[in-house]
């Protein structure tokens, strides 16, 4: 072993041993190196992935790098996982990408991407977002592909790799969103839709507004049509002084935000319906002054509102000036229309756009990770669909909690056994191992009133250093197969052996 290479061995056993970091100077000392050839090793861990750094003060700290190697991804993800090195040269890829584009992995390994049979599904595309991974830069694009009149769309995302040898290279990991691509392009023009809606309404009262202030004239028959207008409208309308005070409510308003007349006039809008934590800064000013500044003053917003059950909403206001007889600015008109299932719908497709960029949600199987502790770190979209438990009301749940998910009690699982294999008895339970990767078939009673057959896989996960850091295990309902008398997708399972304790142990 070269000198270099003893020092970075040396280094990685000190950072190993010292999780919560060190700086070079405590790097040096620990190894009796000087700072200079100290710095030069961590620049090649960093360099390298096999390390990182953190600035804290004056200070910079190194830790080990604690990452899921990228082999371990390939045996889990349903994705399209593609590997390649910085030369665009095809490395590695999954079966989920083998089987979607129909070729063989032999065809594609030591093959440049641009000239593979790759190259006739919109490579072109694809090839930004692979230079910007090769300068460490995640990006991602949508791609279109038609085949026999049929229309699928990917989404790729390119990931910036770090291989053993410290070379670099890129993954492209790519899921089928053709189902989502949809349903957001529904979405969008449904919210579109009311979205106009919403804005000829405020235009409309606004115009019916200016109409009324040009009226004026004849004070009581203005006053008389505003009343019935407002107090039919179909929408929130208040009034206030300079002070912000509340000094009209319609009938609407008090409906919608749960107020008896009574109790709402004289009241300030900031200890009513404006929530406390969205009392801003240009809120508090406008009552403070702004309309005497600017009497012609005219303003559109969505804001965040309170119900007097604490319920918080959202409104669009069209907000405006309001001058007596003589011209003078005497306070605020505010019109206002309910967009809470608007603003919901646009949570929504946030957040899902969101949950692709993480790779765990990315599976479609059922999967959930757990640390070293056993407790629950990962939960995804498909494993609530199967056992009805939200991720909310599991993660963080240690004690094997989630067995009960699956098996109505707490009782070890496969990940268990993968995040331990010494545990695993041999002689008593059925498995099939690949390498760390243990793979069975079980029945569950509790999943489904008439049972269901699962296939599950499990395994460690390591991070760059090799130390161990949690599992995986990911199951799929194949009661489907099992009812038509064909194996399971993709596998070529073993003869069972004679199981002597109950078989759901296996799983």
Known sequence: MGTNEAELDRIRDVLRSHRKGLTIAEIARLISLNRISTSKY????????????????????????????????LNFSTSMVLVMDE????????????????????????????????????????????????ESQDSTVEINLENDGSENFLKIKGVPTVFESGDHGVTLIADDITELTR????????VDERSRELTDTNARLVRTIDHLRRARRDVKESEKKYRELVENANSIILKTDLAGNITFFNEFAQKFFGFAEE?????????????????????????????????????????????????????????????????????????????????????????????????INFLPDATFVIDTNGVVIAWN????????????E????????????????????????????????????????????????????????????????????????GTLIGAIESLRDITGFKEAGVGQPGTRPKRARKQRRDPNLAA
């Open 42 to 73: 961590l620049n090649m861990l960093l360099a390298s992935g096999q390390a990182e750094m953190r600035v804290h003060g004056p200070s910079r700290v190194f830790y080990p790098t604690q990452r899921v190697p990228l082999s371990t991804i």
């Open 87 to 134: 030369t665009l040269t095809i490395i590695d890829a999954n079966n989920a990408l083998l089987t979607f584009f129909s070729v063989e992995k032999r065809d594609l390994t030591g093959q440049d991407i641009r000239y593979s049979p790759l190259a006739a599904y919109h490579i072109p595309e694809v090839i930004p977002v692979i230079r910007k991974a090769l």
């Open 183 to 190: 349903y957001r392009r529904h979405l969008e023009q449904l």
């Open 263 to 359: 109790e709402i006039l004289g009241q300030n809008v900031l200890d009513t319906i404006v929530p406390h934590e969205e009392s801003s800064a240009p809120d508090k000013e406008i009552i403070s002054g702004v309309l005497s500044r600017f009497p012609d003053y005219s303003q559109s917003k969505v804001s965040r509102n309170i119900r007097k059950n604490k319920e918080l909403v959202w409104i669009s206001w069209t907000n405006k000036s309001i001058r007596d007889a003589k011209g003078k600015v005497t306070g605020l008109l505010a019109i206002g229309n309910d967009i809470t299932d608007r603003k919901h719908a646009e949570d929504i497709l946030q957040q899902s756009e969101e949950k692709l960029s993480a790779i």
């Open 381 to 392: 979209r498909a494993v609530e669909d199967m056992t009805g438990v939200k991720a909310g």
């Open 394 to 465: 599991m993660l963080g749940k240690g004690d094997y909690e989630y067995s009960i998910a699956f098996f109505g009690r707490k009782r070890p699982m496969l990940i268990d056994f993968a995040l331990d294999q010494n545990r695993v008895p041999l002689e008593e339970y059925h498995y099939t191992r690949h390498g760390d990767n243990l793979i069975t078939e079980t029945y569950s009673s509790y999943l489904s009133p008439k049972g269901i057959y699962v296939w599950a896989t499990a395994a460690p996960l390591y991070d760059q250093l």
